[in-house]
Antibody
Framework: EVQLLESGGGLVQPGGSLRLSCAAS????????MSWVRQAPGKGLEWVSA????????YYADSVKGRFTISRDNSKNTLYLQMNSLRAEDTAVYYC?????WGQGTLVTVSS | DVVMTQSPLSLPVTLGQPASISCRSS???????????FNWFHQRPGQSPRRLIY???NRDSGVPDRFSGSGSGTDFTLKISRVEAEDVGVYYC?????????FGQGTKLEIK
């Protein structure tokens, strides 16, 4: 059974940092490009970042470039998102997804 | 970035009746490799998104055949032949042809 389990969300103050993780199982993780997609409360889906399967090339939305870093550890079947300099507008549920399937999401709340 | 515009944004439908959602892109979604990387997703209330259709018209595993996708270039359509209660929620189109991937605003389907 395919599973994507995100973790690491929580409440953080503006300017703070969080590291999200996404543990994958049930498929060959190393062969999939992976993305983080977020959904602000009551809003639509916004692609945040992606990392290729093969050479680890990374891509970022302009809204997070320079603040977020995506990475993966294929030996651990895990995807990461390091989020620094967090802002109120980063508040959202963060999903990891190769788009074929999605995790359940982890909520990040940026508030003082 | 490629802008994806969905219509309608709200879709009240009677059970057993057909439904149709349109998605238009600001640029052609035909990739240089000849494929069109266009997807439809469904998100039920309180759940993660689920992909229904990939590359315009291919149904994902387990997706009922009452769902069909069509279109080309910049104009795409999702059709539900007979709406069932489990079809409520928000439908999103997404293009993966050009970086960054972009989503439509979402169409909320509800039962009349």
């Amino acid at each position: 059974e395919v599973q994507l389990l995100e973790s690491g969300g929580g409440l953080v103050q503006p300017g703070g940092s969080l590291r999200l993780s996404c543990a994958a199982s049930g498929f060959t993780f190393s062969t999939y490009a992976m993305s983080w997609v977020r959904q602000a409360p009551g809003k639509g889906l916004e692609w945040v970042s992606a990392i290729s399967a093969s050479d680890g090339t990374t891509y970022y939305a302009d809204s997070v470039k320079g603040r977020f870093t995506i990475s993966r550890d294929n030996s651990k079947n895990t995807l990461y998102l390091q989020m620094n300099s967090l802002r109120a507008e980063d508040t959202a549920v963060y999903y990891c997804a190769p788009f074929d399937f999605w995790g359940q999401g982890t909520l990040v709340t940026v508030s003082s | 970035d490629v802008v994806m515009t969905q219509s309608p944004l709200s879709l009240p439908v009677t059970l057993g009746q057909p439904a149709s959602i349109s998605c238009r892109s600001s640029q052609s979604l035909v990739h240089s490799d000849g494929n069109t990387y266009f997807n439809w997703f469904h998100q039920r209330p309180g759940q993660s998104p689920r992909r229904l259709i990939y590359k315009v018209s291919n149904r994902d595993s387990g997706v009922p055949d009452r769902f069909s996708g069509s279109g080309s270039g910049t104009d795409f359509t999702l059709k539900i032949s007979r709406v069932e209660a489990e079809d409520v929620g928000v439908y999103y189109c997404m293009q993966g042809t050009q970086w960054p991937p972009t989503f439509g605003q979402g169409t909320k389907l509800e039962i009349k």
